[in-house]
């Protein structure tokens, strides 16, 4: 029975990494293809959720759609004129992509839309229950892509933002990931910090940048003694819970702490410590068809 599991567990771990490559790779051109053309009646489909319903972008007078529309027009400006580079997708250094490649990664980004609302959506939560000075926090920073709708998200207020931003900017090592995470090891070894400070060089004012592995860096770091707005975007478990115990007694009351790992299937050992942890807190968890969660805290 053991060796069964084990068994299923290497079939799965080898399906994660086929889904991954597959999800950045030229293959994917093909798909869409296929998918436009024998789903025409569907509206919106990408990360891991697909709807025939109209996205809330469309036919719509709302001025804070309205503002998000205007935030993702301007990343997909920059992507073009190569100002914001993507990793992730697979984008090189300024001045090394084809015309057609960077349109590719612009579908890519497109797929993520939803995701990126409710970035946008948590921050203007947060932002509305803030009365003081409004420190946000990001882990797992990747190329700036998330917390680029955060800062957009923003408008002057009578209090400053202050953007705490931690991640390693290097490959995922053995010792924060369990058994269940391995097929992350290595990952994101492409990262380069100094990319992203340029991606987000119109808002370094507001930056406070703690390079290094978590949750080592934490306590070393310069931190917030009180937050309005936490997204962790670890993708492995034990930093995940690391950070929930650094900063949840410094979260406000009416606080947004936004998940991105929580329901995907790659990622069940963090939804099992997220769900552990808030388990006798007050506060609501909300789960997104996207696999992001959203705790408030009361």
Known sequence: MREREREKFRFFKILIKIDKYFFFSSLKI????????????????????????????????????????????KLI??????????????????????KGEIENYLLTLNELKWRHLI??????????????????VECGVCDG???????????????????????????????????????????????????????????????????GYIPEVLALSNYPKYLSWLHIDLNSSYPT????????????????????????KSYEPTKYVIDNFFNNLNGQLIAFPTGQAMFIKV
């Open 145 to 211: 892509l998330a917390i680029f709708y955060a800062i957009n998200a923003y408008t002057k207020m009578n209090y400053d933002l202050k953007v705490y931003l931690y991640d390693s900017w290097q490959k995922m090592k053995r010792k924060h990931l369990n058994d269940q995470e391995l097929h992350h090891l290595g990952d994101y070894n492409y990262l380069n910090v100094n990319i992203t400070k340029n991606n987000l060089r119109d808002y370094s004012e507001n930056l406070i940048f703690n390079v």
């Open 119 to 136: 970035v946008y959506f948590s921050f203007l939560l947060a932002k509305k229950f803030t009365h003081k000075e409004m420190n946000i």
């Open 241 to 264: 819970m690391e950070v929930l115990k650094f900063f949840y007694e410094k979260l406000n009351s009416k606080g947004i702490i936004l998940f991105d790992d929580y329901g995907h």
């Open 30 to 73: 093909l798909y869409r293809y296929f998918r436009s053309y024998f789903l025409r009646n569907l509206t919106f489909t990408g990360w891991g959720m697909t709807t025939a319903t109209n996205p809330p972008w469309t036919y719509n007078n709302n001025n804070e759609i309205i503002k998000f529309e205007e935030i993702n027009n």
């Open 77 to 98: 400006q920059y992507i073009k004129e190569e100002k914001f580079i993507l990793t992730q997708f697979g984008m090189k250094e300024k001045g090394k992509n084809k």
